[in-house]
């Protein structure tokens, strides 16, 4: 077996199978005997969370889900250019400080790291959140900086229907705007794509492969 990834990252819509994915791989790694750690990084939530809180609070931003009767995301921010600003210097130092506590750290201590969403994630989000797909570049080059070196970057690819099927937290419409974000970036970087909608094991053997940890 030869690799020379110290993380490996999981990034798709939600319901993508990405947290089914990553402890799948980190139970192999477990198996194998290599010392591994899994890491969930949707959102560090330090420094970001109670701008979040302010931002729903005043009604600023929060989307209704209806089938869960909850405000859920940061919508609506694309006319506020000083929040967005803010908004982005909040999860720009989250990142800082959770790259240093939880990527850093583990990975000096040679461990590899199995990553359920990172800043891949994070980008897209932005870029619904304030309705501007021109910020791609802008944003890739902000956020982008925070992955480690020898990084293995996967994205699990699904219909945006399959999501909402299988999540109902977004609308379909939201969902498809992501996915060709989702593409976009994966054209600019270099990102494997894995086919989602195979079987869960079909999916893990092809991850191993793609990861180098088996031939």
């Known amino acids: 077996?030869?690799?020379?990834?110290?993380?490996?990252?999981?990034?798709?819509?939600?319901?993508?199978?990405k947290t089914t994915q990553a402890k799948k791989l980190l139970d192999y790694l477990e198996s194998e005997n290599i010392p591994s750690e899994y890491v969930w990084l949707r959102y560090p939530n330090f420094f970001s969370?109670?701008?979040?809180?302010?931002?729903?609070?005043f009604g600023i931003s929060g989307y209704p889900i209806p089938e869960k009767k909850k405000l859920n995301g940061l919508k609506n921010l694309s006319n506020h250019n000083l929040l967005k600003?803010?908004?982005?210097?909040?999860?720009?130092n989250d990142f800082k400080f959770v790259c240093k506590k939880k990527i850093s750290k583990p990975i000096s201590k040679g461990k590899i790291l199995v990553l359920d969403r990172f800043v891949i994630d994070t980008v897209v989000e932005l870029i619904i959140n304030f309705d501007q797909v021109d910020m791609l570049t802008k944003l890739s080059e902000k956020f982008f900086k925070f992955i480690?070196?020898?990084?293995?970057?996967?994205?699990?690819?699904i219909d945006p229907k399959i999501s909402y099927e299988r999540n109902?937290?977004?609308?379909?419409?939201?969902?498809?705007?992501?996915?060709?974000?989702?593409?976009?970036?994966?054209?600019?970087?270099?990102?494997?794509i894995i086919d989602g909608t195979k079987s869960i094991e079909s999916i893990h053997q092809?991850?191993?492969?793609?990861?180098?940890f088996v031939k």
Request: hydrophobic share 40%; net charge negative; aromatic share 8%.
């Open 85 to 92: 600003k803010l908004w982005i210097w909040s999860l720009n």
């Open 148 to 157: 480690p070196d020898n990084s293995k970057i996967l994205f699990l690819d």
């Open 49 to 57: 969370l109670p701008i979040a809180g302010f931002l729903r609070l």
């Open 1 to 17: 077996m030869t690799h020379n990834t110290n993380v490996i990252i999981f990034c798709g819509l939600d319901g993508s199978g």
């Open 168 to 192: 109902h937290e977004e609308d379909l419409e939201t969902l498809e705007k992501k996915k060709i974000i989702y593409e976009k970036i994966c054209k600019l970087s270099n990102i494997s």
């Open 206 to 212: 092809e991850i191993l492969h793609e990861c180098g």
